[in-house]
């Protein structure tokens, strides 16, 4: 293999991350993703046995994500701090 092929297989994996995504992207897809959980759970109000499951599920991923989640949350928060920085020298 070559550099070049190295070099495009290190873009690939950092895309697929999500780390070449702007912070204000993200926000917005976790907003979306909120308004669709949302609408959801107000579906499956209708079985709780379902809900209780879907909040045993995602306790767990919240525990075992929450190093990423934490450090998602500290990205989009240096970044507000930055713009509002930046907004108040113009």
Same mark, same amino acid.
């Given at each position: 293999? &070559?550099?070049?092929?190295?070099?495009? %297989?290190? %873009?690939?994996? &950092?895309? =697929?991350?999500?780390?070449?995504?702007?912070?204000?992207?993200?926000?917005?897809?976790?907003?979306?993703?909120?308004?669709?959980?949302?609408?959801?759970?107000?579906?499956?109000?209708?079985?709780?046995?379902?809900?209780?499951?879907?909040?045993?599920?995602?306790?767990?991923?919240? &525990?075992?994500?929450?190093? =990423?989640?934490?450090?998602?949350? =500290?990205?989009?928060?240096?970044?507000?701090?930055?713009?509002?920085?930046?907004?108040? =020298?113009?």
């Amino acid at each position: 293999m &070559n550099d070049s092929s190295l070099e495009k %297989d290190d %873009d690939e994996d &950092n895309a =697929e991350s999500g780390k070449d995504i702007h912070p204000l992207a993200k926000l917005s897809v976790v907003a979306v993703g909120t308004k669709i959980g949302a609408t959801v759970i107000l579906k499956m109000a209708k079985y709780p046995i379902l809900l209780f499951g879907m909040g045993i599920v995602s306790g767990y991923y919240i &525990n075992k994500n929450r190093k =990423e989640i934490i450090a998602a949350v =500290e990205d989009v928060k240096q970044y507000t701090v930055s713009m509002g920085k930046k907004k108040d =020298e113009n």
